[in-house]
């Protein structure tokens, strides 16, 4: 088995400060995924990173910037928090590309922008 | 586009009885696989079932899913509903040239006793 950790769990900023979220995976998985959780909203793809050296957009792309320094790390950064902002953030792997559909969860980072 | 559409964003049932999550969905592609995720509070989403066969039962933990291509649906069903059966469920398919996930928006089910 492997896990998934993501720091920090909770994470309280300002309007406009850059924040970053970290993802580690010690399950050797190419692929790695950053999703925002909503309330009703479902999980929304914002980055995700085929292999070591790979960076993808998702669908909700825009705001973020995501890094890929090494294989069993993928980071996100909030490139300017919007007040009152408050989502929780997924990070996830998957063995490979081709296997999107088996992901691997961690338990999230949960934003407040104040 | 691809979609997934859960009917339902709360789901409340007795202890006991049964349970019935819809989930449909619309794609362009050719769907790889289709997966209900569940959520219990404050833990990682996880996968509760996966499919790819057409008119096919899935079964896992006393769920239930099966895939049916000709009505674009693929629900959840459990007989016997329990307390720990509270959690958020997500309905997903892979499929497309890129093998992306779409997620439905989820189900809050809630057992009650």
């Known amino acids: 088995g492997g896990i998934i950790t993501q720091t920090p769990k909770f994470l309280i900023g300002q309007e406009g400060q850059k924040l970053t979220l970290k993802c580690q995976q010690n399950?050797?998985?190419?692929?790695m995924y950053w999703y925002r959780q909503d309330s009703g909203k479902g999980l929304r793809l914002i980055y995700y990173s085929i292999t070591e050296n790979d960076l993808q957009k998702g669908d909700l792309s825009e705001g973020y910037d995501a890094s890929r320094e090494k294989k069993s790390s993928f980071s996100l950064t909030v490139t300017s928090a919007q007040k009152n902002e408050m989502a929780v953030f997924l990070c996830?792997?998957?063995?490979?590309?081709?296997?999107?559909?088996?992901?691997?969860f961690g338990e999230g980072s949960k934003l407040t922008v104040l | 586009g691809d979609s997934v559409t859960q009917t339902e964003g709360l789901v409340t049932v007795t202890e006991g009885l049964p349970v019935k999550l819809n989930c449909t969905y619309q794609t362009t592609y050719l769907t790889i696989a289709f997966f209900w995720y569940v959520q219990y509070l404050n833990e990682a989403p996880q996968v509760l079932l996966k499919?790819?066969?057409?008119?096919k039962r899935t079964e896992h933990q006393g769920f239930h899913a099966t895939l049916h291509k000709s009505s674009s649906s693929f629900h959840l069903q459990k007989s016997s509903a329990q307390l720990s059966d509270s959690a958020l469920y997500y309905c997903a398919h892979s499929g497309g040239s890129n093998y992306k996930l779409t997620f439905g928006k989820g189900t809050l089910l809630t057992v009650t006793p």
């Open positions: 499919s790819s066969t057409d008119n």
């Open positions: 996830a792997s998957s063995l490979d590309w081709t296997n999107t559909g088996q992901l691997y």
């Open positions: 399950f050797n998985h190419d692929t």
